[in-house]
């Protein structure tokens, strides 16, 4: 039986790897020749007594074309990309985090492609959008995929118990 259904948003820029960490946790696959999202994708994944209705967002290009889609969010997985830093400091990217509806939201930052070997990790500055659990993983190997999902399972377990 499910005791709480929570809708989650991945967001971040072009590449980052939104729909291939989405494609890791839901599926547990791999698929380097995937197309651009558009628009939005919507996965399920039940975790325990839990189900994450899972929204796969395009890249952000601009933080007015997200907030549609952002309504009724319970968590943010925010996707950063370990070899590209500019991930981390892209302005529309930063304008959705420090808009103040979204500020209050539970977020996790996870820094992909750490199987990568000019992985560096990186997150937008705590200071400016506010803090979460910052984690690394890997898309392609899975690492630190599930441990992500968790944190958003276990913030709204504990604030519904």
């Not at 997985?77 to 070899?83: A, E, I, P, Q, R």
Request: glycine share 8%; hydrophobic share 35%.
């Amino acid at each position: 039986m499910i005791k709480l259904r929570l809708k989650v948003c991945l967001i971040g820029v072009s590449g980052v790897g939104k729909t291939s960490v989405t494609r890791r946790f839901v599926n547990n696959t791999f698929d380097p020749g995937h197309l651009e999202t558009i628009g939005a994708r919507i996965h399920r994944k039940r975790v325990g007594d839990v189900e994450l209705v899972i929204w796969d967002l395009e890249g952000i290009s601009s933080a007015n074309l997200l907030r549609s889609y952002l309504r009724g969010v319970a968590s943010l997985v925010v996707v950063t990309d370990g070899t590209n830093p500019a991930s981390c400091t892209d302005e529309s990217l930063i304008s959705l985090l420090t808009t103040p509806m979204y500020r209050r939201i539970h977020k996790v930052y996870l820094c992909n492609k750490s199987d990568k070997p000019d992985f560096s990790a990186c997150f937008p500055s705590s200071e400016i959008v506010g803090t979460g659990p910052q984690l690394t993983g890997s898309a392609l190997d899975g690492e630190g995929i599930t441990s992500a999902f968790r944190e958003v399972v276990n913030e709204h377990s504990q604030s519904n118990s």
